[in-house]
């Protein structure tokens, strides 16, 4: 047990008699691992910094539009005065849905298969873990690492709107945007946890489970889209909620009610030879009970689906 | 000194018994547990580890109940399993630090004392490669090392040599000798090697279908009762067997040119006259003769019969 060249010159066994902390926080440091693993990915770096770029925009139309003709302005701020900058919160997260999916690609399909494809629950599980702080670590990985890409950005969005608009009334007239803006960029962080971890523990692979969550995202609002369109002849303020009975739906339509705000969509329709006829259509959030229900059904259903899997190891065999 | 002691425990895998009635005390030191495949070896570790709620009975490790306090019970214990894992995307380093951390240790320890155990196992030099590009052998090493970085009072070790190159094989009985001999950590060693116990371990553990058969200390297992003698012969020879019994020995075991008998009260001076005589008589050739050694294998043979 002796080796000459080694940095350490005692080399023999000794036990450890320092602390041990209460088992509380070991969901943490689990967290933090998954956490400190994607972020070290160049890709997961690179996305986070692309997510950022509609709040970007939205900060540079803003900072322009001050010295703007009235009428740029009011195409900016669509919405009433008391919602303005909730509307614009909310169409800068609407514009980062799809990199928040990406990112929640890159952290979650592994949390819990590539342990399975290892056999790293037998390292977790031999240690003194409940099942329950393993599941709550890997899913706050996942959520952390989509929350901190939605929140950060728009919680620079928040601040500068608030430097520059104090004067304006801003806290007056919404006094309840920070606290709002907050919870929504929850809603993907919330769903995309808990479906990766639920489908991630199912799968084999990380690869299997990145293929079917993608899957399960992109058909769900493919169909959900075409059945309402179909039903409603592409009506775009009918059929509300059948437009949000899905994945990418149900996230959207929970931050449009955490923020309660009705958005304005101009709807052009062509007819032979003649102009297109364009029409100013008014888009109420979602059955707010609906919605939260099938939100709480996504995030209870996949945790559930999680646990259900990870069970107590095989720990010799033969 | 007992770390262990499991008093009539039924374990049921839904209407399956896996293991009845079983008593057990497990001494402090290094243990070998024995058995065949379905032994119940797997069970009894489950239990030991407090994965399995008992269907009756009861047991304590280390002062703790397997059934109501399985946090406190792994803090104390270390596992190390017998197929390869990690934790994907890690070094050495990272690994078994995380391991430490998941045990308890504050972040700065379990760094400090992941690079002293690595040393330790002799994985110093490959301590910042990813685990996934190590060796078999290497592997085998860094799960020792992961199960003993929180200093555990005990620790199982489950086919520790598996896959392992003889050279890596002797490093590693060595490394399970140096901590279960004087180091304060106890050791239960789970394989089917048999000269892997007989090197590492004090005491064995004999298990079929769900009982303990056998166990005890190796050296008083291994003793033998009377004097027993084998003796070699230049080719088998029937008449050479009869001859010494016809004198009040005992055959014990017949092998090809290799016998083994029981001869009661007689010293070795007088066996080897006697055996020569034997020879004489029955034109045999002796080739040599010497007293007797069960070895591991005997014991575990006879605890299966």
């Given at each position: 047990m002796t080796n000459p060249s080694s940095p350490i010159a005692d080399l023999s066994y000794r036990g450890y008699d320092g602390p041990l902390r209460v088992q509380s926080v070991r969901w943490w440091v689990i967290a933090l691992a998954g956490l400190k693993l994607a972020v070290a990915k160049k890709g997961f770096r690179t996305v986070a910094v692309v997510a950022c770029l509609p709040h970007l925009a939205s900060a540079v139309m803003l900072y322009f539009s001050a010295s703007a003709p009235s009428g740029l302005q009011a195409a900016l701020f669509s919405g009433p005065e008391s919602s303005r900058y909730a509307t614009l919160l909310f169409k800068a997260l609407e514009g980062q849905l799809l990199w928040l999916f990406v990112i929640a690609m890159m952290a979650g399909p592994g949390s819990i298969a590539a342990d399975t494809q290892a056999n790293a629950l037998l390292v977790y599980l031999s240690k003194p873990l409940t099942k329950t702080d393993y599941l709550l670590g890997k899913w706050m990985s996942v959520f952390l690492a989509v929350y901190a890409v939605a929140a950060g950005p728009a919680l620079a969005l928040y601040l500068y709107c608030l430097f520059s608009y104090y004067d304006d009334g801003f806290l007056k007239n919404e006094p309840w945007l920070l606290v709002r803006m907050l919870v929504a960029c929850a809603a993907p962080a919330s769903v995309h946890a808990s479906l990766l971890v639920g489908v991630s523990a199912w799968s084999k692979s990380p690869r299997m489970a990145g293929a079917v969550y993608a899957g399960l995202v992109f058909v769900s609002f493919f169909i959900a889209n075409v059945y309402a369109d179909i039903r409603f002849r592409?009506?775009?303020?009918?059929g509300i909620v059948y437009r949000h009975l899905s994945v990418g739906g149900v996230i959207k339509g929970s931050a449009q009610n955490v923020y309660d705000i009705t958005l304005t969509e101009l709807v052009g329709r062509r007819r032979r030879r003649e102009l297109p006829n364009i029409t100013q259509v008014q888009l109420p959030p979602p059955n707010r009970r609906l919605l939260f229900g099938m939100w709480a059904t996504l995030v209870v259903g996949g945790t559930l689906a999680a646990r259900a899997r990870i069970r107590a190891v095989e720990v010799v065999s033969g | 000194m007992t770390v262990a002691t499991i008093e009539n425990l039924t374990i049921r895998y839904g209407r399956k018994v896996?293991?009845?009635d079983l008593s057990v005390t497990v001494p402090a030191g290094c243990v070998g547990l024995l058995g065949p495949n379905g032994a119940g070896k797997t069970t009894l570790l489950k239990a030991l580890l407090g994965f399995l709620r008992p269907a009756r009975g009861r047991g304590t490790v280390l002062g703790c109940d397997i059934a109501r306090e399985g946090l406190r019970l792994r803090q104390r214990i270390g596992l190390m399993p017998e197929i390869d894992c990690h934790i994907p995307g890690m070094n050495a380093v990272s690994f078994v630090g995380y391991a430490g951390e998941l045990c308890g240790m504050p972040p700065a320890a379990a760094l400090q004392r992941a690079h002293e155990v690595l040393e330790y196992v002799g994985l110093g030099e490959a301590?910042?490669?990813?685990?996934?590009?190590?060796?078999t052998g290497m592997k085998q090493r860094i799960k020792l090392a992961q199960a003993l970085v929180h200093g555990p009072q005990l620790v199982f070790l489950d086919e520790p040599t598996n896959g392992l190159d003889p050279a890596g094989r002797d490093e590693m009985l060595a490394l399970i000798r140096d901590i279960s001999h004087g180091k304060g950590v106890n050791v239960v060693v789970s394989s089917h090697l048999l000269p892997d116990i007989e090197r590492t371990c004090d005491q064995v553990i004999v298990m079929q279908r769900g009982q303990i058969v056998r166990q005890g200390q190796v050296a008083e297992l291994r003793a033998l009762t009377g004097t027993q003698f084998d003796v070699e012969l230049r080719v088998a020879a029937p008449a050479f067997a009869a001859a010494v019994q016809a004198?009040?020995?005992?055959?014990v075991r017949e092998m090809g040119n290799q016998y083994r008998f029981t001869l009661n009260g007689n010293s070795a001076t007088e066996v080897g006259r006697m055996l020569f005589e034997c020879a004489r008589v029955s034109g045999a050739q002796v080739r040599g003769f010497r007293p007797a050694v069960r070895s591991l294998e005997d014991i575990f043979l006879e605890a299966m019969e």
């Open positions: 592409g009506q775009r303020d009918q | 896996a293991v009845r301590r910042y490669r990813n685990i996934e590009t190590y060796s004198r009040g020995a005992t055959l």
